[in-house]
């Protein structure tokens, strides 16, 4: 495996399901991000972890709970979502948080909660 | 609320001229811009990054950085049909929402 990948690809839930979103990156980057990218709006910063500690949260409501529990590996769990929480979730990751060198992105997951 | 703008286009040019993309941003302070390439339904991709005054050229792309402007543009010459794709616009950690840009054959 290279880069950063992301499971699962695709999520349909239910508004009162429980369900995780998985983000592993293998580049030996010490920064790692979840980003919500939605139709025709900016990629919206979520959280932002640097070597395991979170650094910046972006006012996200809290059925959206991260965890990083090592540098390589990056969790979002999800709770009692909204429709309007359908969006392409992606991670990302980076040499350091202040992201000079730019993001290396995983391929998303497409999530769709009915 | 820090932004960054971008035209949403969609911006169409043909096959082998130059496509200029343009991008503005709020927070003085920022440090690193970046341009990423987007192709429907994938993820975002690095394609330049600058972080001084001035022009930074790789390859077909030149990016142009105008900090007393807050200003940001990427330039890709000899456009093809291959470039057609979404492209992000970033500073530091903050992004546009995309311009669309289609090269016609």
């Known amino acids: 495996e290279t880069g950063v990948t992301q499971t699962p690809r695709h999520l349909v839930m239910g508004m009162t399901n429980k369900k995780s979103l998985k983000c592993e990156q293998h580049?030996?980057?010490?920064?790692m991000y979840w980003y919500k990218q939605s139709a025709k709006k900016p990629l919206e910063l979520m959280f932002v972890?640097?070597?395991?500690?979170?650094?910046e949260n972006n006012s996200v409501p809290s059925r959206f709970s991260p965890e990083c529990p090592n540098s390589s590996h990056l969790f979002l769990h999800l709770h009692t979502l909204q429709p309007e929480d359908s969006a392409l979730y992606l991670c990302?990751?980076?040499?350091?948080?202040?992201?000079?060198?730019?993001?290396?992105f995983g391929s998303g997951t497409r999530l769709t909660v009915v | 609320q820090k932004e960054v703008e971008q035209n949403s286009g969609p911006l169409s040019v043909p096959e082998g001229a130059i496509a200029s993309l343009n991008c503005t941003y709020s927070?003085?302070?920022?440090?690193?811009f970046f341009w990423y390439r987007q192709y429907s339904g994938k993820s975002p991709e690095l394609i330049m990054s600058?972080?001084?005054?001035g022009d930074k050229e790789d390859g077909r792309f030149t990016a142009q950085l105008n900090k007393a402007s807050q200003y940001v543009s990427l330039l890709i010459r000899d456009s093809q049909p291959s470039d057609s794709a979404t492209y992000l616009c970033?500073?530091?950690?903050?992004f546009g929402a995309g311009t669309r840009l289609t090269v016609k054959p």
């Open positions: 580049l030996g980057h010490n920064a």
């Open positions: 927070d003085r302070g920022s440090q690193s």
């Open positions: 990302a990751s980076s040499q350091d948080w202040i992201a000079d060198y730019g993001y290396t």
């Open positions: 600058i972080y001084s005054n």
């Open positions: 970033a500073a530091d950690m903050r």
């Open positions: 972890y640097s070597l395991e500690e979170r650094v």
